[in-house]
C-alpha cells in the first residue's frame, strides 16, 4: 500500500522530465469510483516504471499512449486505493472499466500542505466535494453553499450580495472555522474571520473542497474549534486544451470563463491559466455585481528531485450589499417585498449603491517539492497575499441620509436631493457624503512540512509556519455628492481637517501581527491501525500603529506576546473490508484576538488577556461497500472563556481591564451521512445533523477595583447557563438524488432542511436576572428544494456538456439569518423585535461548457 | 427503475408539500399580536370624511352637516371610531396624526330679525341696583339686556344709556350702542358714528345706501381698525349700521373678524385646522398625545456633543450615528445613559414641554446588526423617564 500517488502535478513534472517519444499504441479505459459508481475525474494513470502518465477527464476517461507492447499502468486518486493493470496491447487496446475503491494511499506533497484528510485513516469526520459535484452544483452559489449537503454546516447568503454568504461548523462562525486554500490559511489575522467574498468565484478552479468537523487533520495550529475547510484549487494541467463555458441566470445573471492548458511545452514548462467574468443584477433590490477571478499555474521540474510550481489567483469584485437587516413587517409591508433593500439609491437616474463591497485579494503561492531520498520530502509554500478593499457606507453629518428617500420610506436613497443640500450648504461643505471603510492588508507567509518514512509503519512530519501580516484600516471619503469638501477633526495630527475624495478621516490604524508557529506530528500504521499524535505551538506577536489618536512618536505599541498551541491524536482501526471506528481527542489554547489584547479601538493594552480553550473528542463509525457507504460520529466540544473581557477607567483617568473567564459553551452532537447507489443511473446522498449547542453556567457578577480599593466598575452576572447558541440551525438535515433518464442526460434534486435555529445574540449581554433561561427567537424551520439537469454531448469532436440548475425551486419564504430582538416590552426575543434577512427565493442560472 | 424508487420521489414530494411555507405560522401571529401591518400615517378629513361619520354613535349633526368639531377634545373623543372603520388593517402600534377642523367663530346669520332702540330709564337703573342713574361697567349692560329682554337670535337693540367712565370724563356721559344677540348671548356691536358717516360722505341722512355696497367691507375694515387698535387676531366684532334701502332705512348688523392686518365680514363658520394624533393598541385607535420624532443629524450631533466627542460611546455615536447597545462593547450605551442623553436633547429642544407631555424617540442602535428601536420617555416633576404603560 505504498504505491506512490502522483496528482496532477506530479503527473506534469513528470512529463515535463520524460523523453518526447513516438506514439504507437494508445490505451484507453474510464476510471469509476466505487462508491459512487461514476466516472473518477482527475485520476493519474501511469506506465509503470516510467515517467509516461496522464489524468483522467470528466468522465474518467483516459487515453495513454505507450511505446511498448505488453504496459502495466498504474491507477491512483488521493484517498483510494492505487491499482495496477497490465495490458497486452496486441491483444487489446481498452482496460474498460477500473473501479478504485476508497482507502488509504500517500499523499501528494500539496495535499500533505494542504493536510487533506484520507478515507478510512485520518481519524476525523470528513465530507469531501469533488469537481464534478462542484461543476454540477456550483451554480449561483458560494463556497459556503456548495457545502450545505454535508453534515454540520449552516450556510447563508446573508444579505444576498455577491460574495455575502458565510457559514457556520457545528455552530461555530468563521472565527472557530479554519479555511485552507491549497493549505495556506485565510483567516484574517486579526479578528479571525473569513471573508468569502474575498475568494467568490473561485469555485471554478476549486478541484475539491473538504471539510474536516472538529479538530481536522491540520498539522498548523489554525482555530479549528468548529472544523477545517480544505480547498483545492487547479494545478497544473498535463494536457493541452481548455474549455469554454458561458451563462445565463435570473436577474441578468452572465458568466462567461474559459481555462486553457499549454500542456508541455518542448522547453519542458507547462503553464495553465483560468479566467471568468460574473455579473447580474442579483435577486435583492440594489445588488448589481460584477466580478472576475483569475487563475495561473507555471510548474517546472529541476532535476529529478526538485519540482517548482507558482500558482496565483485572485478574484477581484464589487457588489452592492444588502448590508442591514430589518424587521419581518418591513419586508412585509415594502411594496418590493423581500427584494426590499433599504442600503441603495439613485443618482442622475443610475443605481448608487450606498452599501458596497469591493475587494480584490491575490493570492501567490511558490511551491518548491523536494524529494529529498526515498525515505524523505520536503514541501514547502512560500506565500504572499495583499488584499484591497473595504465596505462603502453614508457618512451624515448636518443631514441624515434616512430623510432623503425616493417616494416613501421604502424607496431609495434620493442622492439627487442631497447633492442640492450639499450644493447649497453655506460655506461649501458636505451636509453628508459617502464614505468606505477600507481594511486593507499584506500577508507573506512561509509554511514548510519535511516527511521521513522512519520505519515501514511510522511517519514523522514535522515543519514551520511562519506569517507577517500588516492590516491597514482606515475611512475614506469615496464621493463628497456635490460638496467641496467634508471636514473631520479625528486625527489629533491634522485638526478640523478639509477632506477631498480619496482622504482618510475618522481612523487610521495599523494592525501588525507577527506569527511564529511549528509542529510535529507521528503517523504509525500497521495494517488495519492507523493512528497519530500532533502537537503545535505558535507564538503570536501583536502591535498595533494609530495615526490619528496619537502624536507621532507614541504612535507604535510594542509587541504583545501570546503562546497558543494545540496538541492532538486520533487512532482509526477498519474492522473489516466493510467497517472501520475512529476516535480523537484534542486540547487546544487559541491567543486571544486583536481587539481583546487593543481595547477601546485605541492602544489601550490589555496585558492579561486570556487564552480560549478548547477540548474535543469525538467518535466515529464508518461502513464502506461496492453501492453503500455510510458514516456516523459522536463529538462533544467544550469551548471554554470565550474572550470577555472589560475595560475601566480608575480615578486618575487611568485604564483597568477586567478579563472575565467561565462563558464557557459545549457543543455536541450526532452526525449521520450516506451514499447509495441502487443501480448505475440513480444515486443518492443523504445526510442528517443532531446539534445540541448550548451555553453552560452563569458567570457571576464581579465588582472590579483599582489598588486602592475603589471600586471603578461592575460586571453584571451574565445569565447564560442553558441557553442554546443562535445563529446556526442545530438540526439540518439532507437528501440528493441523482437519476440518468437517459444516457449521458442527468437530472438531480436536493432536499435540505433546517431547525433549531435560535437567533443570534451576544451571551455577553444576557445580564438581565428576569430573563434568565428564556431563549432566543426560534427562527421557524424551513425546508428548500434544488434541481439541476446536466446533459453532455458532442459539437464535431469537442465533448459540451449542458448544465441547467434552479435553486429553491418552490420559492419558498424563509428567514436565514436573524438577529435577537424584542417588540412587546418583556424583554423577550420575538418575532416581532428580530432584525432578519430572508432567504433569496427561486433563482436559477444555465450554461454550456465545451472543452477543446 | 423509476417505478422501484417512486416511493422515494413522492416521499420527497410529500416532505416538500407539508413544509412549503414556514413562515405561514409566524406571520399570523404576528398579525394577531404585535404589529403585522403597521404605519404611520398622516391625514386630513375632507367633506365627504365628516359626512361618512353621520352614521357613527353620538357624532353631533353639524360635525357632518358642517364639517367640524366643537373642539378638539370632542374630536379627541370621536375620531377613535372613525379610524377603526376606515383604518382596521392597521396593526398595533400604527400611528395617525389626523388633521381636521375645530369650530372658532360660530355664524348662524346677522339677520335683523326685530329691532328695538331703548333708552335706559332711571327705574331701569334703579330695578338693578345702579344708584347713580347710570352704567358704570360695559358689563352692567350686557346683564341689564338680560334682565330687560327675554329675546330669541337676531335681536338687535340700539341702547341709549348713561355712563360713567372716571377714566375718560369726570361726569357721566349720554351713549348710544348696539347690541346683538347671538349664538346664545348678547355681544355688543358698535354702532357706527356720524363721524363715520360725515368721513364717508354720508352724513346727510347718516345711514349707508345701496351704492355703497362694493365699499362697505373696507368702510367696515377702516372703522374696525380705527375703533380697536390693539385688536389681535382672531378677534371678532360686530358693527351696527343704518342702510338706505331705497325704500327704508334699516338697522344692519355685520359680524367681522380681524386677521392681524384686516378686519373682514364673517359669511359662514369660522373653522380652523387643528391635529390630534391617534395610535392602535390593543386593536382600538386611541388619542396619543405624544410627541414623535426620529433622531436627526443635528440631534445625533448634539447627544454625541454632549456624551463628549473622546469618549467611547460619544465618538462611537458620531463615526456610526447607531447606539452600541451591547453591554459587552466599551461604547456601550446603558438605558440609562440613552435616558440620560434623550433627557438632555429634549429639554433642548422642547424647553417649554409641560408635565406629562410624551415623546417617542426613534433612534438606531447597534446590538451586532444595525436596526431602529424607539423609546418613549415622559417628563414628570423630576425629569424625564421612561415611560411604562
Known amino acids: 500500500m505504498r504505491k506512490t500517488l502522483r496528482n496532477y502535478l506530479m503527473i506534469a513534472t513528470m512529463l515535463l522530465a520524460s523523453v518526447v517519444t513516438f506514439a504507437q499504441s494508445r490505451i484507453t479505459g474510464r476510471v469509476i469510483d466505487s462508491e459512487t459508481q461514476e466516472g473518477l475525474p482527475g485520476a493519474s494513470v501511469v506506465q509503470k516504471g516510467t515517467t509516461n502518465g496522464t489524468i483522467t477527464d470528466l468522465n474518467g476517461d483516459f487515453s495513454l499512449t505507450v511505446d511498448d507492447n505488453v504496459a502495466t499502468v498504474v491507477i491512483s486518486f488521493v484517498g483510494f486505493q492505487t491499482v495496477e493493470k497490465t495490458i497486452n496491447l496486441s491483444e487489446t487496446q481498452s482496460l474498460g472499466s477500473i473501479t478504485l475503491a476508497p482507502g488509504a494511499n500517500e499523499l501528494s506533497p500539496l495535499e500533505i500542505l494542504g493536510s487533506v484528510a484520507v478515507d478510512r485513516k485520518t481519524p476525523v469526520a470528513v465530507s469531501t466535494i469533488r469537481l464534478e459535484q462542484i461543476e454540477e452544483n456550483a451554480s449561483n452559489q458560494e463556497f459556503p453553499e456548495l457545502l450545505k449537503t454535508t453534515p454540520g454546516v449552516y450556510a447563508t447568503k446573508t444579505g444576498g450580495g455577491y460574495g455575502d454568504s458565510r457559514i457556520n461548523v457545528r455552530g461555530f462562525n468563521s472565527v472557530n472555522v479554519a479555511v485552507l486554500i491549497n493549505g495556506v490559511p485565510v483567516n484574517d489575522m486579526e479578528n479571525g474571520r473569513v471573508y468569502w467574498s474575498n475568494w467568490a468565484g473561485l469555485t471554478d478552479v476549486t478541484t475539491t473542497m473538504q471539510v474536516q468537523r472538529g479538530l481536522g487533520a491540520s498539522k498548523v495550529a489554525v482555530p479549528s474549534i468548529g472544523g477545517t475547510i480544505n480547498i483545492l484549487t487547479r494545478t497544473t494541467e498535463a494536457d493541452k486544451g481548455g474549455d469554454a463555458y458561458t451563462g445565463i441566470g435570473n436577474d441578468g445573471y452572465r458568466k462567461t470563463a474559459f481555462s486553457l492548458s499549454t500542456g508541455l511545452t518542448e522547453s519542458g514548462w507547462a503553464v495553465s491559466v483560468q479566467g471568468a467574468k460574473i455579473e447580474g443584477e442579483g435577486w435583492a433590490d440594489g445588488t448589481q455585481f460584477l466580478g472576475y477571478n483569475y487563475f495561473f499555474n507555471v510548474s517546472k521540474m529541476i532535476g529529478d528531485n526538485h519540482t517548482l510550481s507558482l500558482t496565483g489567483f485572485g478574484a477581484p469584485q464589487r457588489h452592492g450589499q444588502r448590508q442591514n437587516r430589518q424587521s419581518i413587517a418591513t419586508f412585509r409591508n415594502a411594496p418590493q417585498g423581500l427584494r426590499y433593500n433599504a442600503d441603495w439609491g439613485y443618482r442622475n437616474g443610475q443605481v448608487v449603491h450606498v452599501e458596497d463591497n469591493f475587494y480584490h485579494k491575490p493570492q501567490f503561492s511558490l511551491n518548491h517539492y523536494w524529494t529529498i531520498n526515498q525515505k524523505s520530502e520536503l514541501s514547502t509554500a512560500v506565500y504572499a497575499s495583499v488584499g484591497t478593499g473595504g465596505g462603502g457606507g453614508f457618512q451624515n453629518r448636518d443631514i441624515s441620509f434616512g430623510d432623503y428617500r425616493i417616494g416613501g420610506q421604502y424607496g431609495p436613497y434620493d442622492l439627487d436631493a442631497i447633492v442640492e443640500e450639499n450644493q447649497s450648504s453655506a460655506d461649501g461643505r458636505a451636509l453628508a457624503f459617502l464614505r468606505a471603510s477600507r481594511n486593507d492588508h499584506k500577508w507573506y507567509g512561509v509554511l514548510s512540512t519535511y516527511t521521513n518514512k522512519l520505519t515501514s509503519k511510522l511517519n514523522v512530519l514535522a515543519g514551520i509556519d511562519g506569517r507577517y501580516y500588516q492590516g491597514i484600516h482606515f475611512t475614506e471619503v469615496t464621493d463628497l455628492l456635490g460638496a467641496d469638501y467634508a471636514l473631520d477633526d479625528s486625527d489629533i495630527n491634522n485638526p478640523n481637517a478639509v477632506l477631498k475624495a480619496g482622504d482618510k478621516y475618522s481612523y487610521y490604524n495599523d494592525g501588525i501581527v507577527l506569527w511564529q508557529g511549528g509542529f510535529v506530528q507521528g503517523e504509525y500504521t500497521d495494517g488495519p491501525l492507523s493512528a497519530f499524535v500532533s502537537l503545535a505551538a505558535s507564538n503570536t506577536s501583536y502591535k498595533r500603529i494609530d495615526y490619528f489618536q496619537y502624536l507621532p512618536g507614541d504612535q507604535e505599541t510594542d509587541f504583545q506576546n501570546y503562546f497558543g498551541f494545540q496538541t492532538k491524536g486520533g487512532a482509526n482501526y477498519n474492522l473489516t473490508r466493510n467497517h472501520n471506528v475512529f476516535a480523537n481527542l484534542g486540547y487546544f489554547e487559541k491567543a486571544p484576538d486583536f481587539d481583546a489584547v487593543f481595547q477601546n479601538f485605541r492602544n489601550d493594552i490589555n496585558t492579561d488577556a486570556e487564552n480560549q480553550k478548547i477540548t474535543s473528542f469525538e467518535i466515529g463509525y464508518g461502513y464502506r461497500s461496492a453501492n453503500f457507504s455510510a458514516n456516523a460520529n459522536l463529538y462533544r466540544t467544550s469551548w471554554r472563556d470565550r474572550t470577555f473581557t472589560r475595560s475601566f477607567q480608575g480615578q486618575e483617568g487611568e485604564l483597568f481591564y477586567a478579563n472575565i473567564l467561565g462563558v464557557n459553551a459545549l457543543h455536541q452532537g450526532l452526525e449521520l451521512d450516506f451514499s447509495y447507489k441502487p443501480s448505475k443511473k440513480l444515486s443518492i446522498n443523504g445526510m442528517a445533523s443532531f446539534g445540541d449547542w448550548t451555553w453552560q453556567d452563569n458567570v457571576d457578577g464581579v465588582n472590579i477595583f483599582d489598588e486602592n480599593q475603589n471600586q471603578i466598575g461592575t460586571i453584571s452576572t451574565l445569565y447564560i447557563g442553558g441557553l442554546k447558541v443562535g445563529d446556526a440551525a442545530q438540526t439540518t438535515a439532507a437528501i440528493a438524488a441523482s437519476y440518468d433518464i437517459v444516457e449521458d442526460f442527468q437530472i438531480g434534486l436536493t432536499f435540505n432542511h433546517y431547525s433549531n435555529l435560535y437567533a443570534e445574540y451576544d451571551p455577553t449581554d444576557r445580564t438581565t436576572e428576569t430573563l434568565e433561561g428564556e431563549q432566543a427567537w426560534e427562527v421557524p424551520a424551513y425546508n428548500l428544494l434544488d434541481a439541476r439537469v446536466r446533459y453532455d454531448f458532442k459539437i464535431g469532436t469537442l465533448d459540451a456538456s449542458v448544465f441547467g440548475n434552479v435553486q429553491n425551486i418552490f420559492d419558498v419564504e424563509y428567514i436565514s439569518d436573524a438577529f435577537d430582538g424584542d417588540s412587546d416590552g418583556d424583554g423577550i426575543g420575538d418575532a416581532g423585535g428580530a432584525a432578519v434577512y430572508f432567504g433569496v427565493g427561486r433563482t436559477w442560472t444555465s450554461g454550456i461548457k465545451i472543452s477543446f | ?389
Open chain 2, 1 to 389: 427503475m423509476w417505478s422501484k424508487n417512486i416511493n422515494l420521489w413522492v416521499a420527497l414530494l410529500a416532505l416538500l408539500v407539508f413544509a412549503c411555507e414556514p413562515l405561514d405560522e409566524t406571520f399570523e401571529e404576528l398579525d394577531e399580536s404585535t404589529s403585522g401591518l403597521t404605519a404611520d400615517i398622516e391625514i386630513t378629513l375632507t367633506d365627504d370624511d365628516y359626512e361618512d361619520m353621520e352614521d357613527f354613535e353620538g357624532v353631533p349633526s353639524y360635525v357632518y352637516s358642517d364639517y367640524y368639531f366643537a373642539d378638539d377634545v370632542e374630536a379627541g373623543a370621536l375620531l377613535p371610531a372613525y379610524l377603526n372603520e376606515v383604518y382596521p388593517h392597521l396593526g398595533n402600534g400604527s400611528f395617525a396624526s389626523v388633521t381636521f377642523n375645530i369650530i372658532d367663530v360660530p355664524f348662524s346669520g346677522t339677520d335683523v330679525d326685530s329691532l328695538i332702540f331703548y333708552t335706559v330709564s332711571d327705574q331701569d337703573y334703579t330695578d338693578l341696583g345702579h344708584n347713580f342713574g347710570n352704567f358704570d361697567a360695559r358689563s352692567e349692560i350686557i346683564e341689564f339686556l338680560e334682565f330687560k329682554y327675554d329675546v330669541e337670535e337676531g335681536t338687535h337693540v340700539v341702547l341709549t344709556f348713561e355712563y360713567y367712565d372716571g377714566s375718560r370724563f369726570p361726569q357721566t356721559q349720554e351713549e348710544t350702542d348696539g347690541y346683538y344677540f347671538a349664538n346664545g348671548s348678547w355681544n355688543y356691536a358698535f354702532r357706527v358714528t356720524t363721524a363715520y358717516y360725515e368721513k364717508f360722505d354720508r352724513n346727510r341722512f347718516n345711514n349707508f345706501t345701496a351704492a355703497d355696497d362694493d365699499n362697505l367691507p373696507g368702510y367696515q375694515d377702516y372703522i374696525l381698525s380705527n375703533e380697536f387698535p390693539s385688536a389681535v387676531a382672531g378677534d371678532v366684532k360686530y358693527i351696527s349700521y343704518a342702510y338706505y334701502n331705497g325704500s327704508t332705512t334699516l338697522q344692519l348688523v355685520d359680524a367681522l373678524i380681524y386677521d392681524g392686518s384686516n378686519w373682514a365680514r364673517i359669511e359662514d363658520n369660522v373653522l380652523e385646522p387643528f391635529t390630534l394624533s391617534f395610535s392602535k393598541k390593543e386593536g382600538e385607535w386611541v388619542p396619543d398625545l405624544t410627541i414623535k420624532f426620529r433622531l436627526s443629524a443635528a440631534d445625533a450631533t448634539f447627544i454625541a456633543e454632549w456624551k463628549g466627542l473622546d469618549t467611547g460611546p460619544g465618538g462611537n455615536f458620531a463615526q456610526f450615528g447607531s447606539f452600541d447597545i451591547r453591554s459587552s462593547s466599551a461604547n456601550y450605551w446603558s438605558p440609562e445613559d440613552l435616558l440620560a442623553a434623550f433627557s438632555a436633547l429634549l429639554m433642548d429642544k422642547y424647553p417649554n414641554a409641560e408635565i406629562d407631555q410624551k415623546f417617542e424617540i426613534t433612534y438606531v442602535i447597534y446590538d451586532g446588526a444595525v436596526k431602529d428601536q424607539s423609546a418613549v420617555l415622559i417628563l414628570t416633576a423630576d425629569g424625564y423617564i421612561y415611560f411604562e404603560e
